[in-house]
């Protein structure tokens, strides 16, 4: 019987050798037959690649209504309520016909000769014939390598060309393809080994590590990426909505999580109506996740190419945010921005944030159009934006004194306007002088001491922790925040020291991964042990969690150290500004003003009844910098670091690099 | 009443479902693993596995990397 609900996929009862399965809609029937136990021999099919049909061997009888008819399991897509027999004597025949010709063909291919016996064909004498070919590796056309070629690398380097018997495997015109990268999954899904690597262009001591463990990635990039975050549809613009939908994307200067006009911005609009190139182009060809993505042929409106078609390499999740932030919810604005800040050489996020802070503070009074140029830059100043992107890279009016970013306008702003140094502080979203990456991170401690911790500022690449913190709520205790902030940060910087992409870690992840509890299962425990192996595989050294922790802990230190030794490195550079931890305005309090009441009542222990908005401010205000600083004094003593984030000596000692040139950094030159 | 990660509460009623908690929720990332009671719950099972009353639902996200 079907079962079709409101929002659930539509499942069917079918019958297979008699035996009853419920099936989800769309399963290939390949699948429903050895989920319900039953073999059937397979020739082409592979678990991780698109099924082809070619090999005829998984026949199975259908029959719907009455009427039997014979179908390839591994492409039959199940639509009805269908009875399945996989191995009456028609089928029996089929098959046994089959592998006759197969081992005629190929008498001495492994693969073949079990296929024939599993099919009870025995006689190889059968179909021999001149295109016979004893060669026991021989390439059978079963079409592996020409999907994963398609599948697993977005390439078509391999080919058939030729039909009937003259059908054979081919890269263009049967030459090499210059644009073979040489990432050998083709050899990897050989099953006869006719297609063996003889290259090993980085000398790796064990390539066969590396290959199976970077196979994985390739095939869950193939099958699972479609279902989990898109990468290689939408890259990481696929979390726009995400972020909206959790109140997480930061919406004027971050004083909001979220907007009725994000689905201007979000990433079906960017599918649909902007990108144009999704290939596996940007850092390097060859890299399965291709998530960079690129808009051909947009028009600029402004600036000294006005008029011309250009290419964007974009955007990114954090340049749409940065949009959101601006005010600024318009595609047409945000890859104009996106390919100025490329083309000038600006970060996007610094822009986003300079400006949107710079928009607060002109609706705030605190610099009018008399400071700005004649420019109106309240939120949402989209050509005011752009023309301060413009004064920018020209070195002429407000836009230089933009470029300077948060830190320095807030200092000028203060001496040279008298403005409130305390309000500018608290809505200027910098720490150690870099603004803040595209997050809202008021309601995960962790994730704000993620960001201001982070050696070159707020930038997430240390500690990305709202879900496990805020939505998961996995780490609820300090000593569990301080966990993670040692953990995180250590593993993403190891993979920076190997110069490995992070981002293969954790957007997409095994199948099974729900297997781990929750605490293993944030670390995505088989992906971690990926990279463990492309490191064994390059350098022969095994790897595990502990010799990991190590080799980053000692960088992370030193670079403390360093950071320490040139007069920053210390609590107060890792202070956070009141809008990353928390409502910094009235206006931000009241848009959210159930939750902090909540929050007031139940974890501060204050009743809100009968309160003004501002005494409501600043009590919340006293108790989010009072958590900030415990979840701070948690994560220094479990990094060994003292109340003052210095590393301490026992610690140095403890990871064996209490050598004289480090120990020298402790010795700051203005103390 | 049931619980959403050990934290938010959540009225119950008759026949509610894993995907009308997900719903009331707002929780959208795809790559979610969700139980009740400590069972797991398979993605396509979230419209009709019914969630009972004083349940504790665990809703659990995998971090995007960026």
């Keep these: 019987m079907a079962t079709k609900t409101k929002a659930g996929p539509t499942k069917y009862e079918i019958s297979i050798n008699g035996k009853t399965a419920t099936v989800v809609e769309d399963t290939y029937l390949l699948k429903a037959v050895m989920d319900a136990g039953f073999n059937v021999p397979t020739l082409c099919h592979h678990k991780d690649l698109t099924p082809d049909g070619t090999c005829r061997l998984c026949l199975c009888e259908v029959e719907t209504n009455g009427k039997k008819k014979l179908v390839t399991a591994c492409n039959y897509p199940v639509r009805s309520e269908i009875k399945v027999k996989t191995n009456t004597e028609e089928i029996k025949k089929h098959r046994k016909s089959l592998a006759e010709m197969y081992l005629g063909r190929w008498p001495n291919v492994e693969t073949i000769q079990n296929i024939a016996k599993l099919c009870g064909a025995t006689d190889k004498e059968k179909y021999k014939s001149d295109i016979t070919d004893e060669n026991p590796k021989a390439c059978i056309l079963c079409g592996h390598c020409v999907r994963a070629c398609s599948s697993f690398m977005i390439q078509d380097i391999l080919g058939f060309a030729g039909r009937g018997i003259k059908r054979h495997l081919t890269m263009p015109f049967g030459d090499v393809d210059p644009h073979c990268v040489g990432c050998t999954s083709c050899g990897y899904v050989c099953p006869t080994g006719a297609i063996q690597i003889t290259d090993e262009m980085n000398n790796p001591v064990d390539p066969e590590l590396i290959r199976r463990h970077g196979m994985k990635v390739n095939a869950e990039m193939a099958t699972l990426d479609k279902m989990q975050n898109r990468m290689r549809e939408v890259g990481t613009a696929n979390i726009v909505e995400v972020m909206d939908a959790y109140d997480l994307l930061p919406v004027h200067n971050f004083k909001f999580g979220k907007h009725p006009d994000t689905h201007k911005i979000d990433s079906k609009v960017m599918t649909r109506d902007y990108f144009t190139q999704g290939a596996a182009d940007a850092c390097w060809l060859g890299c399965s996740m291709a998530c960079a993505k690129a808009v051909d042929g947009f028009e600029l409106k402004t600036g000294p190419y006005k008029g011309e078609k250009v290419v964007v390499d974009g955007p990114e999740y954090e340049t749409a945010a940065g949009g959101s932030n601006m005010g600024g919810f318009d595609l047409d604005f945000i890859v104009e921005y996106n390919f100025y800040c490329d083309t000038y050489g600006i970060d996007t996020i610094s822009f986003a944030t300079t400006i949107a802070f710079v928009m607060e503070a002109f609706e705030a009074g605190i610099i009018t159009e008399e400071h700005t140029g004649g420019k109106k830059l309240n939120f949402g100043a989209m050509d005011e934006a752009l023309e301060c992107l413009h004064e920018m890279a020209r070195g002429e009016g407000f836009g230089v004194e933009v470029g300077q970013g948060v830190r320095r306008l807030k200092e000028k702003w203060v001496k040279e306007l008298g403005a409130d140094p305390e309000f500018l502080n608290d809505i200027g979203m910098e720490v150690k002088g870099l603004e803040f990456s595209e997050y809202v991170s008021k309601e995960s401690l962790a994730q704000q001491a993620g960001y201001a911790m982070a050696i070159k500022g707020p930038q997430h690449d240390e500690a990305w922790l709202i879900f496990i913190d805020m939505v998961n709520n996995q780490i609820p205790s300090f000593d569990d925040k301080a966990e993670a902030l040692y953990y995180f940060p250590l593993f993403r910087i190891w993979f920076g020291l190997l110069g490995l992409c992070k981002i293969v870690w954790n957007d997409v992840a095994p199948a099974d991964n729900s297997k781990y509890p929750p605490q293993e299962a944030a670390k995505i425990p088989e992906h971690v042990e990926n990279y463990w192996k492309f490191f064994e595989g390059m350098t022969g050294i095994p790897v595990d969690e502990d010799k990991m922790l190590l080799q980053a802990e000692r960088v992370f230190n030193l670079q403390r150290l360093m950071s320490y030794y040139f007069g920053r490195g210390t609590r107060e550079d890792d202070m956070p500004p009141l809008r990353a931890i928390g409502p910094a305005t009235v206006e931000e309090y009241l848009s959210r003003e159930e939750r902090y009441d909540k929050q007031m009542k139940e974890e501060i222990g204050i009743d809100p009844e009968g309160k003004s908005a501002e005494e409501k401010l600043a009590i919340t205000r006293d108790h989010r910098f009072k958590q900030y600083n415990k979840v701070i004094d948690a994560a220094y003593k479990r990094r060994g670091w003292d109340e003052n984030g210095v590393p301490t000596v026992e610690r140095l000692k403890q990871i064996g690099i209490d050598i004289p040139e480090v120990m020298a950094l402790l010795e700051r030159p203005d103390q | ?66």
């Design chain 2, 1 to 66: 009443m049931i619980e959403v990660n050990n934290k938010e509460k959540l009225d119950w009623f008759e026949g509610m479902t894993v995907q009308d908690v997900l719903d009331k929720m707002g929780y959208i990332y795809p790559r979610i693993t969700v139980s009740v009671n400590d069972q797991l719950v398979n993605k396509e099972d979230y419209a009709t596995y019914k969630v009972p009353d004083n349940a504790r639902v665990n809703v659990f996200h995998l971090a995007h990397g960026g």
